[in-house]
């Protein structure tokens, strides 16, 4: 560790890094009702204005309720747990990049807002048998938000990105999708077992809505307010089923 005099400009000192980076990464699993299983900083001498540290933590969980099944054309996927807002707007790219004094002023939005009661809750609702049973996939909302999270779990998407729940009104058609936070999840079931799967949310007293459509056809296709403002293959060629027309 330098000495405070050679702080970099604009930069926390070293000091108040290594002393506050493991306490606040174990004081919001503490919040979710996770303990911290590990945390290790990585050391190293051009880590100057930054630390690396890595967390983990484990969880077990019974053969039987551990489902694994593809995403049918049909199923629906359902958008479950915190609501959209204005934070978290690339924030995985953002904690990445070089960052200067301006930061403080333009970054702000890449930071996202924590809600651990309602992550709590979706751990609470995904512990139960009957509902993991119910489960064709999942994703969590990490880098890239709606767009990625949806669009991971089956090449053909038809997503209504209107309705997304939001927490604040001003938001563009194709910042909605991008925005990325912890406490929401995509879930795929079977169009039989939407219902039941949101009759379980609210006992949770977790909003969850069906969002996505999966499709026949190898395209992510998303829609605002009727209109299609993203139409894209999803098809690679020789995987798929592809053929030269889905490269259109």
Known sequence: TVSVKETLKGKLPQKKLVRSAAHGYSSYGNQIGLATGAVKEIYHPDYVAKRMEIGAVMGAAPRRAVIRENSDPGDIIILLGGRTGRDGIGGATGSSKVHTEASIEVCG???????????????????REEVSHIIKKCNDFGAGGVSVAIGELAPGLQIASTRFRKNTQVLTALRSPSLESQERMAVVVDPKDVDTFLKFAN????????????????????????????????????YQRCTSGDLR
Do not use: D, H
């Open 203 to 238: 006992e949770e007293n977790l909003e969850a809505i069906p969002v996505a459509v999966v499709t026949e056809e190898p395209r992510l296709v998303l829609n605002w307010r009727g209109k299609e403002i993203v139409n894209i293959s999803r098809c690679i060629p020789g």
């Open 109 to 127: 939005a890449e930071v996202q807002k924590g809600n651990a009661p309602t992550e709590r809750k979706i751990q609470r609702m995904f512990r």
